[in-house]
């Protein structure tokens, strides 16, 4: 992952050195806007800052203090989650000593204490603007940064963090150029190095090669994308590239992907081309490596600053401009670049982190000296739909006078933690700031309604915005899921033992307020179940605790083979066929809207289903449309889920005309339609025609909870950077607009 800014502590000038000012700003994306009356009204909140009236219990992030031996807010280190509640801090340089580091700290997030680790083998030297890769759930790959006299280094170094043990092994192939501020990634037994800052004068490498962890064997090298301090993830068998910096120095919005897949040169062993890097330091500068642009230096063994022995064996590699062009990467290559756009987020502006989870590129845009607290966010981007949404205003994450510097993450995308200082002087005679990396703010992704890595690790990306269980119920199930969804509900043809009913009638209409779900029974007035659905109590059994329960317990259900759940009758089904199948896809018969997905919602909720609750938080946040956002709102509601609340409030405001006139706005009870309107502030009014011209409705302002804007802009807005998930229901020929494609 790759953090960058724009203010004089952050991302630091390519050419500059330790102890140089660094002072490199760019100005922000010019936005178009348009100015042309409208005769539509739209509800305008008087003062947007203030949180929902029903809001008032949401999720918000807590900032925890840190202790022990607290590093200083270093700069271009690497920062690793490495399991079991642990985070590793490697390298870099003190931004007011200029002294660079070759220690190991590791950060506890159990009791929040800092330790400096005593670590033994081959020690690397000092070093900043590397990278570290989680390795076999116990190691870190470290590969390449610059040290202490800005030289560029080519080597790689495992770090055992369960022995505290450094090794280096003997690699073989051609070594590509020493570089700094590139992106790294493990993937299938592979350590992909992709761009980066290198050579005598410091220029952008638009290289890709891997180092085969099998055989440690470089592959050579190819031409993919220039950037530097961009990150780098894997995801549907696809290698993506986002932001970051271009040799022009330009902050890019661009998205840029490589099929590995596509290619038989990533999934063989590379060939042994030049020997061991023991042997090409003994070689002469004019040798075949020096052919290639490159020459070797070797290190000599001395101690810094730090007091650790640098490592004598490391290879740094000084390198020029290539004298011979290097043939495009195998696969198929794309790109995409985000102009602009209401849910877009600008990269020139604010400290942007990114990193991958669930299917999403995110991108945490928090507060720095460029960007106003309003501004900042945590938005996504959907890979499979690349669609930009916003996730969380900045106000529901960060707190004022933080500055955050490093973000880790999960391997389960599920958990994120962002690790700065405060910002603010003291209030004491010096009035100093001593920065520290002293803060934590841990963050619960699923939160935000994301699955985790866990449940989409190989989604198909053309058909699926779920994982690959969750697609169309026969073309991408597994083999048994398929074979368990040709039994459901088949009567007794497949032998199944039991019988569930649900409601014949939808319970609600415009008196009776929707509740949660008493606990399945099979007693009661029968008039108004519904037909019986037939299923296997083995399959229920294991898949569902609470009709285990009560199974194991002998109770009714046990003697009659029947149970009934009082909720109607499409969503019984939505959810047995969930039960046999692990889907909540879109299907002609089950999940057949978005209706039943929220009714699914509450049964998660009533019955403690985590993996479907994430299921339905998925599918329901982005897929929320006019007519159903209504019913998602309150059914969000009944089962406590704020965010999803919250986010279906904003889309309810942001579309009132519409939705109001809406089939599911008039199914709400009466109760759930004034609290649905009582969620805008109450100094709240309505406005239209030219005035919305002056308060900002045109032109890309921003109005109310959720960015309110009058159709004819949003459209206008649409062909200047990516639609918003929001806005799938517009006209199919504007899907594309704002978006370059390569």
């Not at 070594?175 to 290198?198: C, N, Q, S, T």
């Not at 011979?324 to 209401?342: E, L, Q, T, Y």
Request: glycine share 8%.
């Amino acid at each position: 992952m790759a953090q960058y800014d724009t203010t004089p502590h952050g991302a630091p000038n390519p050419l500059s050195r330790p102890g140089n000012a660094l002072n490199s700003t760019l100005s922000p994306i010019a936005r178009p806007g348009s100015t042309t009356s409208s005769n539509n009204t739209y509800l305008l909140p008087i003062s947007p800052s203030k949180r929902l009236r029903t809001m008032s219990d949401t999720y918000k992030p807590k900032i925890a203090r840190t202790c022990g031996q607290r590093p200083a807010c270093l700069v271009n280190a690497s920062v690793t989650y490495c399991g079991n509640n642990q985070i590793y801090a490697f390298g870099g340089f003190d931004q007011y000593t200029d002294e660079v580091y070759n220690h190991v700290l590791r950060l506890d997030l159990n009791s929040l204490q800092w330790s400096l680790v005593d670590n033994f083998g081959d020690i690397p030297g000092v070093r900043m603007g590397h990278t570290a890769c989680l390795w076999q759930g116990s190691k870190l790959l470290i590969y390449g940064g610059e040290n202490e006299h800005r030289e560029y280094l080519s080597d790689v170094i495992v770090f055992d963090f369960r022995t505290a043990h450094w090794t280096q092994p003997e690699v073989r192939g051609p070594v590509p150029k020493g570089r700094a501020r590139h992106a790294a990634v493990v993937y299938d037994e592979k350590l992909f190095i992709i761009g980066g800052l290198a050579g005598t004068d410091t220029y952008t490498l638009d290289e890709i090669c891997y180092l085969d962890l099998r055989t440690w064997t470089w592959s050579r090298s190819w031409s993919f994308v220039g950037r530097f301090d961009h990150s780098a993830w894997v995801w549907g068998g696809r290698l993506w590239v986002y932001g970051g910096l271009g040799p022009d120095m330009e902050r890019t919005g661009e998205l840029w992907w490589l099929d590995l897949k596509s290619s038989p040169a990533f999934r063989t062993v590379p060939a042994q081309g030049i020997t061991d890097s023991h042997a090409a330091n003994e070689r002469s500068p004019t040798n075949t490596r020096a052919q290639l642009g490159q020459y070797v230096q070797p290190i000599n063994t001395s101690t810094g600053s730090s007091g650790y022995t640098a490592n004598s064996s490391s290879v740094q590699v000084r390198a020029s401009s290539s004298l011979f062009p290097k043939p495009v990467a195998p696969g198929a290559i794309s790109s995409m670049r985000f102009v602009s756009g209401p849910n877009v987020p600008s990269q020139a502006l604010g400290t942007h982190f990114h990193v991958y989870s669930s299917g999403n590129l995110l991108d945490f845009v928090t507060p720095a000296g460029t960007i106003r607290p309003s501004e900042c966010n945590l938005s996504s981007l959907e890979l499979d739909t690349l669609q930009w949404q916003k996730l969380a205003e900045g106000s529901e994450i960060f707190d004022l006078g933080y500055r955050w510097q490093y973000c880790a993450i999960n391997e389960d995308g599920t958990k994120a933690w962002l690790i700065g200082s405060v910002n603010e002087a003291p209030d004491n005679n010096t009035g100093i700031l001593e920065e520290y990396l002293s803060d934590v703010l841990p963050l619960d992704l699923r939160r935000f309604g994301l699955l985790g890595n866990g449940i989409d690790s190989e989604p198909n990306i053309e058909m699926s915005r779920l994982p690959a269980s969750d697609t169309h119920p026969t073309s991408t199930l597994t083999s048994l899921g398929a074979d368990l969804a040709s039994m459901f509900d088949r009567g007794n043809e497949t032998g199944s033992d039991f019988v569930i009913t649900g409601q014949k009638d939808d319970p609600i209409d415009d008196d009776v307020e929707y509740l949660p779900t008493a606990p399945a029974s099979s007693t009661g007035d029968t008039s108004h179940y519904s037909p019986p659905i037939h299923v296997h109590k083995i399959i229920l059994q294991a898949r569902w605790p609470h009709f285990n329960r009560v199974y194991n317990s002998q109770m009714a259900e046990f003697q009659t083979k029947k149970m009934h759940i009082p909720e109607p009758y499409p969503i019984v089904r939505a959810f047995l066929y969930y039960l046999y199948t692990d889907s909540i896809a879109l299907h002609p018969q089950y999940c057949a809207s978005l209706n039943d997905v929220a009714g699914l919602l509450v049964m998660a909720n009533v019955y403690d289903m985590p993996r479907l609750r994430l299921l339905c938080l998925y599918r329901l946040s982005r897929e929320l449309d006019v007519d159903h956002a209504a019913i998602v709102w309150e059914r969000a509601g009944v089962a406590n889920e704020e965010w999803l609340r919250r986010r279906a409030a904003s889309y309810c405001l942001t579309h009132w005309g519409r939705v109001v006139r809406s089939e599911g706005f008039r199914r709400l009870s009466r109760q759930s339609m004034v609290e649905l309107c009582e969620v805008i502030d109450i100094e709240g009014r309505v406005v239209g025609g030219e005035e919305l011209e002056i308060v900002g409705g045109l032109g890309g302002g921003k109005l109310g909870v959720g960015g309110l804007r009058s159709e004819p802009n949003r459209r206008r807005a649409s062909s200047h950077g990516v639609n918003p998930a929001d806005d799938r229901d517009e006209a199919d020929d504007s899907d594309d607009e704002g978006m370059d494609v390569n």
